[in-house]
Nanobody
Framework: QVQLVESGGGLVQPGGSLKLSCAAS????????MGWYRQAPGKQRELVAA???????NYADSVKGRFTISRDNAKKMVYLQMDSLKPEDTAVYYC????????????????WGQGTLVTVSS
């Protein structure tokens, strides 16, 4: 009914940059807040960055000043610009929409993407 598809992951050297994209599609009336999470091997999934519909943002302390979340409501896209990458940023990154309103008028849905792998290594 509603899908999120991430792209842009890959292998990058320490200090490098990557930009992740998340495309939303389906029976969407309003996306609502959006977020990027990540999960490293053997660790719990954690919130990296989030943005509200009006563009307010918040970040995990570990990525403040290095990552930037943005969104294009008209295109139903969310982005994560990642700069000054460190090996500890290595993880699968997931796009999340916790309260999607659909055109069918059903209750809000929480939707996750399938994830994209980011590897920071020399």
């Amino acid at each position: 009914q509603v899908q999120l598809v991430e792209s842009g992951g890959g292998l990058v050297q320490p200090g490098g940059s990557l930009k992740l994209s998340c495309a939303a599609s389906g029976n969407i009336f309003r996306l609502g807040p959006m977020g990027w999470y990540r999960q490293a091997p053997g660790k719990q999934r954690e919130l990296v960055a989030a943005t509200t519909t009006d563009g307010s943002t918040n970040y995990a302390d570990s990525v403040k000043g290095r990552f930037t979340i943005s969104r294009d409501n008209a295109k139903k896209m969310v982005y994560l610009q990642m700069d000054s990458l460190k090996p500890e940023d290595t993880a699968v990154y997931y796009c999340n929409a916790p309260r999607v309103l659909t055109l069918s008028g059903s209750r809000p849905l929480e939707v996750w993407g399938q994830g994209t792998l980011v590897t920071v290594s020399s």
